[in-house]
């Protein structure tokens, strides 16, 4: 399979964009290599990555997107490969619009499983195409930024990129009985 590499710079570090010859199918920042690596054998096999410049618009959409055009990233194709279950994660995280979030037991509400809310963390781990596919929205139940491959720094550097708030302590505080009758903690 022959698929290509084409790198941006960015102030969340170096962003690797990996297409094929039609469709976005990898966003993954420098550093995180081997699991990129690890990922594409798993999907494609037998592979050959080859570094590129202007292949496609991808990169100039993405840099739209660092410079506060969301809407940028909305139509570029994607191509996840992974089971139906984590494609159905990986689409309906695009119905999440910038500056907000989700937990993770919403989302499995929103698909119809609400006893998948793990399944879902999962899913959002294991997500080949950051940024575009934003598991950066998703947090856990009690308000905390859990879980993103490329670090919780860059996961809150785009919610506030996208204007989300983080809340303060207090804040934060009074927002627990809400999301633990949400996550049916009570």
Known sequence: MKLYLEKINSPIGEILIIT???M???IEFAGYETRTEQFLKKRFGDYRLNAVQNETDIPQKLQAYLEGDYHSLDQIPV???GTA???QVWTALRSIPAGTITTYGE???QLGKPAAARAVGITNSLNPI???LP???VIGANGALTGYAGGLE???WLLQHEGWQLPTAPALLTQLPLLALEANIF
Do not use: M, P, W, Y
């Open 130 to 132: 950051s940024i575009v």
């Open 20 to 22: 094929d010859e039609q």
């Open 79 to 81: 191509n996840t490969g």
């Open 154 to 156: 860059r996961k809150r």
């Open 85 to 87: 279950f984590q494609q």
């Open 135 to 137: 598991c950066h929205r």
């Open 24 to 26: 976005l199918c990898g």
């Open 107 to 109: 989302l499995a509400r």
